[in-house]
């Protein structure tokens, strides 16, 4: 068995390449990557801490699934808000988004 | 035990507004173009049903699916907010739509969804429900911003907004992973318990570090500074009767699931987050109120008005104390959110009202509103006195309530800090004022606006007087909602 | 040092390496590849954690659906203008500094309370029965977690609506 601190570890390492993706890249598409990392680093937390601390209560794993449809829910809205100012705007780069001051 | 139906009849607010959306979503392919217009009364009728199943739930105080779901008066409280907000926000939505989209049944379809979200949000009493409710929040407000696809400030908003709150919530995740991972349950009260029967022993990091985390998501709900970034330019670019209600429906969410999880989950923590509460406080109200001077557009200064907003209404958690202000300060923060609900409202549907006639949204245009509509300027004028917390209005009640309660525990300092945003934000409400009613108008012809508009104005002016003249019902109702 | 063991390093290094590509890869499609290349590292820490279910959902749901809707929102999104532009905005290297800074505050917490000097043998409770189906009983019993299977499906629908209406063709 693997000690459960590794899993924290790896899980702690790719949410912070999360945090990075999600501040430093200029492409929409490329933010919302950033995002999957985070979400899967916090799966990651989930499914170690459901087996190492009370595998019989299955809390954990559910979360996990919640997160899954989460996931799948916010890359459908955001891909199509991609798509839609693609089409009018021709770029997908947040920088070049300055129609809104801020 | 419950059976099936007690168990449906505790539920009746969420299926009665889940069944409306779909009930409207049906009638919209249905109905035809020329009986369109139908849809809007379908769904305040749905609100109408929902509001009576939450009123007959007053007294029960039950929790379902072992713990899952509380059904208390906290959570009574906010689907009574819930309903009120989204049945006036699609009332003065009513024409608002035309020749803007041609999908305006799937507007009020998802505009139910979000009061469906509130409602499971208040009662959500599980790190399962709570993210799941709050994502459901979150997902249909990002496409009701970006809902206007040929207007291009719409779909920018909506892709912003889209990626701050996907990023913020994955976040809130994962401090919700080291909470379960920290007591081992996703339930809030059984969290409480194992992390206060812990103290003192184990790291005392883990749950501050999970307290920072849960403070973006839901500092992002409320639109709390540093999180806020979003809040102007959302706005700003969303269609303006989605941004009124972001900026109540949205916010009061927020502030019910901070409390809900801090209060069961956390309270052995207090002097922790208090510092944090207190900081976030006193740099949401400032930041919000100096940056507000320098807006153009109405949509953004309302903005950063609602973003200093929530930072005194923080302070009514920071003062929470189990000993001395517990019931008080939480009855303090429902009454704010109660009062601001009218008045913010009504604010934006003076906005809606002239953005109809005018086109834009620049606060030059305001210029001689008085001589285009009287009514108009008028009801704007009691709005933004309430905002600013001047009698005989709500606001200036919430805000007295949540001084008492920072008085009582003596932090004098952030009452002062408060009282000196309030000079700061009558300068910006003063310069909408001004051109209002001393300049004059550069189009002289009189500002129509439409009955549905107009019965928002009524209620929303009738109800910011109403909370302030007859307040003692209001407290009360806030007072024993105040229990968690 | 197990079998165990050295899955995990693999597939860490699965995770890791894949995910340093997707925060930094100019090209979009490359990037998107190497974010498959972490879910399937993800899935197998699944594996190794003995969720099998949820390793299958993950190579399903997340690679199978997830990465590859956003392969085609790259594709459909894309300029050949932005091979060319640079990957990270003007304030990476501040972004690189408030990563570390989130890495080194994490791995302090965890320490605090998961030491990782414990050892390399981890000492996780024996797993009793068939998990799957525990999950299957625990997702769809109205005591356990029916109720928010419910809500996620109003979650999904919801989204549907939403992505139709805003990524359909303008009509002028």
Known sequence: MVPLSWYLMVSAALFCLGIFGVLARRNAVAILMGTELMLNAANINLVAFWRHLRPDVMSGQVFTLMVFVVAAAEAAVGLALCIAIYSSRGTVVVEDMDLLKG | MLIASQILGLIAPQWILLVAAMLVLALDLTLGEEREGWLPYIALLGLGAALVASLSLWNRQVALFEGLFLIDRFAVFFQIIAVLATGLVILASIGYFEGKTPYKGQFYALLLVTA?????????????????????????????????????????????????????????????????????????????????????????????????????????????????????????????????????????????ILLRVFLTALPDFRVDWFALVTTLSIATMTLGNLIAIFQENIKRMLAYSSIAQAGYILIGLACWDPQATGRESISAILFYLLAYLFTNLGAFTVVIAVERAVGTNEISDYAGLIRRNPWLAAALFVFFLSLVGIPPTGVFVGKLLIFAAAVRLEYYALVIVALINGVISLYYYYGVLRRVFFLAPRDEAPIAVSTPLRVVLAVTLIMTLGTAIFAQPFIRLALTSAVL | MGISHVLFILFSVLILGGGVMVVTRRNLVQAAGALILTLFGVAGLYVLLEAGFLAAVQILIYIGAIAILIIFAVMLTRRLADEQEPGLNSQWAWALGTAVMALAILVIVIQGTWPLAGGVVGNAPPLTGDSTSRLGVALLSPEQYAFPFEVASVLLLSAMLGAIVIAREKRH
């Open chain 2, 116 to 256: 469906l979200a509130i409602t499971l949000l208040a009662s959500a009493a599980d790190l399962v429900m709570v993210f799941i409710s709050i994502e459901v929040l979150s997902v249909t407000s990002y496409t009701l911003t970006g809902y206007l696809i040929a207007d291009r400030k719409s779909t920018e908003a909506g892709l912003k907004f889209f990626l701050y709150g996907a990023a913020a919530s994955a976040i809130m995740l994962y401090g919700m992973t080291l909470l379960y991972g920290a007591t081992g349950s996703t339930n809030l009260a059984e969290i409480g318990r194992t992390l206060s029967l812990a103290s003192g022993e184990g790291s005392r990091w883990l749950p501050i570090a999970a307290i920072v985390m849960l403070l973006v998501g839901f500092g992002f709900k409320v639109s709390a500074a540093p999180f806020h970034q979003w809040a102007p330019d959302v706005y700003e670019g969303a269609p303006t009767p989605f941004a009124a209600f972001l900026s109540v429906g949205s916010k009061a969410a927020g502030f019910a």
